[in-house]
């Protein structure tokens, strides 16, 4: 007699019955676009409106998904409404650069992410996380949602440069929380493509967050390159020295490194930690799934001391970590725009179009997943895993523009969750209520509180 428990099914917005009203859709979408869904959006394979922005097609047949982001990647770009919130932002950075610019920054990017490269970080992370891990007090109540903002900046700052990022680190996680909290939310009058000129509030309040950020990247290369101009063979191949040895007439301009470094810094680190605070809570509150992942990571710590093992060595750990990513993705929406009118399949895709293919809603889509609002692991298990779609599951993205960090993201969540699970147990305790919110990432609204007992 099977008496496993009813699968964990965690917090998430109902989806709509009733289409919101104009002005209930702005406040919706400025407060929580997770919110905005309705029933359709999880049963059926397109939708296709005219919106108050424009027309409006939301794309979840895995077909439409692949023939969008690659068989017919080139007549697609980057969608206007996206480009309003990120570009002030990130600028040129490698998510919101375009045609010549993304290419000369992701060539520039490429050598650091190989998997040789990728290898050569574990033992920074794992040194970085067992460092992070060392100052829990056994028996305390944490934010676990922060402390995962501290541990991936850490292991960001370790590998990708040398530990040599500029400022504070306490300051950083409450300042990318105020910067996500302004200027990662869409504004009203982006989503209504009001002209730029028109002032929003959002980035005026998120102006100090922002000039933060920016004097960190500043000072992070001006104390880099004098580095370099003291001993240019004593300074580390990392990714900021790479990306200043891409500067010059036929590379990269001074402003493109500075965009990536905020773009990694920013946002390269900020999906991980959310993955990693959304995993530690499925797993805290299913606990008959939690069990055999530690009994996964004890095994494998007592027998495989390099790291570089532990992701294929992990499948249970690694399914967890992936069906938390499919819960709650932390990009959970692809925007594009068609260059040039097209149908697929039936489909009419207007001029200036919003194609959104939302993550949020394809990973809960009813006819693509079975109890798809539950957390059940065993969907990411071997032999599992392979009968999916390579469409229906987009937690990097997919096509030219997938995450190029996204084998560095896999290592590096084993890893820490490796070391987390092995030493610690978390528990949710009474005021462990996370409600996701849509910030440019999935964030737990309320934070992750939770117990820390040593194992």
């Given at each position: 007699m099977d008496t496993k428990p009813a699968p964990f099914v965690p917090p998430a917005p109902k989806p709509r019955t009733v289409p919101p009203s104009t002005l209930e859709m702005m406040r919706i979408v400025y407060r929580n676009p997770l919110e905005l869904w309705g029933e359709p959006s999880y049963n059926e394979p397109w939708i296709s409106v005219t919106g108050v922005g424009g027309p409006l097609v939301v794309a979840n047949d895995p077909a439409l998904i692949r023939h969008v982001l690659v068989d017919n990647a080139k007549n697609y770009k980057m969608a206007t409404v996206r480009q309003k919130i990120l570009r002030p932002i990130l600028r040129d950075g490698l998510l919101t650069a375009e045609g010549d610019v993304w290419k000369r920054s992701r060539k520039a990017m490429a050598p650091?992410?190989?998997?040789?490269?990728?290898f050569g970080f574990a033992a920074p992370m794992l040194k970085r996380t067992n460092e992070f891990v060392d100052r829990y007090v056994d028996g305390t109540v944490t934010d676990v949602a922060h402390d995962m903002t501290m541990l991936t900046y850490e292991i960001l700052a370790e590998t990708l440069f040398s530990n040599e990022?500029?400022?504070?680190?306490?300051?950083?996680?409450s300042q990318i929380d105020r910067l996500f909290e302004t200027m990662g939310r869409v504004d009203p009058l982006d989503l209504l493509r009001a002209?730029?000129?028109l002032p929003r509030l959002t980035r005026i309040r998120g102006r100090k967050s922002l000039a933060y950020f920016r004097n960190i990247v500043s000072n992070t290369v001006l104390m880099r390159e004098e580095r370099l101009e003291r001993d240019p063979n004593g300074v580390s191949q990392d990714f900021l020295t790479l990306l200043l040895k891409a500067e010059g007439p036929d590379g990269l301009t001074r402003a493109e490194v500075e965009d990536?470094?905020?773009?990694?810094?920013?946002?390269?680190?900020?999906?991980?930690a959310r993955a990693l605070g959304w995993t530690l809570y499925c797993l805290a509150e299913a606990p008959w799934e939690r069990e055999p992942v530690e009994a996964e990571v004890d095994a494998v710590l007592a027998r495989e001391p390099d790291p570089t093992k532990w992701l294929d060595a992990m499948p249970l750990t690694r399914a967890a970590f992936e069906e938390a990513l499919r819960l709650y993705p932390?990009?959970?929406?692809?925007?594009?725009?068609p260059i040039e009118p097209e149908t697929f399949n039936g489909l009419y895709i207007p001029p200036r179009a919003a194609v959104l293919v939302m993550p949020w809603v394809v990973h809960r889509h009813r006819k693509l997943w079975d109890r798809p609002d539950a957390f059940l692991p065993e969907r990411f298990h071997p032999g599992n895993r392979e009968k999916m779609d390579r469409f229906q599951y987009l937690p990097f993205g997919a096509g030219p523009r997938v995450c190029i960090g996204a084998s560095f993201a896999m290592q590096e969540a084993i890893i820490a969750l490796a070391i987390l699970l092995s030493r610690y147990r978390f528990d949710t305790v009474a005021e462990t209520k996370p409600w996701p919110v849509q910030k440019l990432t999935t964030q737990p609204e309320g934070g992750l509180p939770m117990r820390v007992t040593k194992r």
């Open positions: 650091v992410f190989t998997p040789r490269h990728i990022i500029a400022g504070e680190p306490g300051s950083f996680a002209p730029d000129w990536n470094i905020i773009t990694f810094i920013g946002a390269g680190h900020e999906t991980t932390p990009a959970p929406s692809i925007n594009r725009e």
